[in-house]
Every structure is written in C-alpha cells, then in structure tokens.
C-alpha cells in the first residue's frame, strides 16, 4: 500500500478539502483507496458523509489502544473508497501517548501488515505534533497543500524543515510527490505572485494542476459529499481529478497496481 500524508500546519489551505476528492478520484480511477482522518476535528470523515454518531471506532482507537486497523475501517458511499475515521478523542490522545515507547511509529506499525488497499491518504491536522508525526513516520510520500497567500512560503519552509528532521531521525525513505497549490483566484495579482514565487523556489516539485477558488468545493461537505459527486462537473472538482491524474503519473511505476 503506497501511503501519501496530506500535510500542511498552517489551517485554512484546503488540506481536507484535497485528501477527500483526491482519494475520491484514486477510487473513480480503480484505485482500492483508503482514507486516514487524522484530525480530532474529524472533517474528513463528514466530508464523505460518515456522522460523528457513526463512528464506533477511530484513528484513536489505532494509535492509543493499538485496535487492528481491520477492525476501525469503515466503507464510505463512495465506491472504492474506505475511510478510517476521526472523533473528538484525538485531540487527548497526544498527552496519552507522551510515556509511550516508540509513539511516534504507532501508526506505521498499525499498516506494517495491511494489505486491503493500493493506495492511503492521511489527513493530518494543523500542526506539526505528535498526531502528524506519527503519519510522516508512516508515510512514503507527503502531499503538500499550499494557499496562494503572502504567508505560504513562509510556512512551507518550516514544514519542509520538519520533513528534514523526520528524515534524520525517523523515516528516512519519506519523500515529497508534490506541493499542489490550492484557493487559486486568478483575478487577484498576489495569487499569480505568489504561485510564481512557488514554481520558483521548488520547481517541478509544484503540480501543474491547480485547485481554484470554487464555491461548490465549500458547499459539498455540507452534504456530505466529495465536491467530484456532489458537481462533477465544476471547475473544483475538474482540477482535483486532474491533479489525481498528475498524481499517478509521479508514483513509481512498480508501485501502480490499479
């Protein structure tokens, strides 16, 4: 299973927003896909329509009690697609886990022997804590959102700089596929500024695919719907599955088993 960590520590970027209609075009593509929500916030697991009532077990339940990730995994409406879902209890489960041996591998450990799916995407919360610690130390590869904003470098560089110390000290095999640059509008010049200034300092790192500024992708989680179900049609939802396309074409060719 190739696992991608979706991960930005600055919120507002469209960090979920990508996990969930990103996984939901690997699943359109044939792709077995499972989906990680690994923020207390549980966003995720609302966005492809899982209610908090729902959620018997969670990603807590993996990293704190050590549960069978077999046994916490739930299938979405979405054909092709799984979810491990998130509950409020996550949001304790740093503290719990401070005493821990090996803390940081729990969630690495809890896929050493999963073979149900092709493909993972971890949604981490905002923060570069224990919780995303634990999906950089469990993933292949990190998808980076980043809004076109003033800021985005900035907190792109700290991100890039955590990576580097999780390589040192963790995971060394974590690479990054892409950074994919989200909330694009182009009537505004600092948007164009900003997403030069990206291509510039990282190059073909950057997905020429680009997430616009869309109203239906704001919308669809309110149903509890990806935003490619809810209007598959819209300018969102077209540049979500064509960055997944992108997306395959930058796995190892060994590793696309869909």
């Known amino acids: ?63 704190v009690d050590q549960v069978p990730v077999e046994e916490c995994i739930v299938a979405s409406t979405i054909p092709g697609l799984d979810l491990l879902p998130a509950t409020v ?14 803390r940081t591998h729990r969630l690495r450990r809890a896929f050493a022997n999963h073979t149900g799916h092709d493909i993972c995407f971890i ?12 999906a950089l130390c469990a993933a292949d590869t990190l998808l980076v959102p980043l809004q076109c904003e003033f800021f ?36 505004n010049r600092l948007t164009d500024q900003v997403s030069d200034d990206v291509r510039e300092c990282l190059g073909d790192l950057v997905f020429q695919s680009v997430i616009p500024r869309n109203v239906r992708l704001s919308e669809a989680p309110s149903h509890g719907l990806p935003a490619l179900i809810y209007d598959h049609s819209c300018p969102g939802s ?15 060719e060994e590793r696309k088993a869909a």
Do not use: H
């Open 152 to 187: 985005a470098l900035e907190g792109l560089s700290q991100l890039l700089q955590t990576v580097e110390q999780v390589q040192q000290r963790f995971n060394p095999d974590l690479g990054i596929i892409g950074v994919a640059l989200t909330m694009f509008d182009r009537r």
């Open 89 to 102: 209890d996550l949001s304790g489960a740093e503290i719990e886990l401070v005493n821990v041996e090996e």
């Open 123 to 134: 949604d981490c919360p905002p923060s570069l804590g224990l919780l995303t610690l634990n």
């Open 1 to 63: 299973m190739i696992v991608i960590a979706i991960a930005n520590q600055k919120g507002g970027v469209g960090k979920t927003t990508s996990a969930i209609n990103v996984a939901t075009a690997m699943a359109a593509s044939g792709w077995r896909t499972l989906l990680v929500d690994l923020d207390p916030q549980g966003n995720a697991s609302t966005g492809v329509g899982l209610g908090s009532a729902e959620r018997d077990m969670s990603s807590y339940d993996v990293l």
């Open 238 to 252: 077209r540049a979500y599955m064509a960055l997944a396309r992108e997306l395959i074409g930058r796995l190892p």
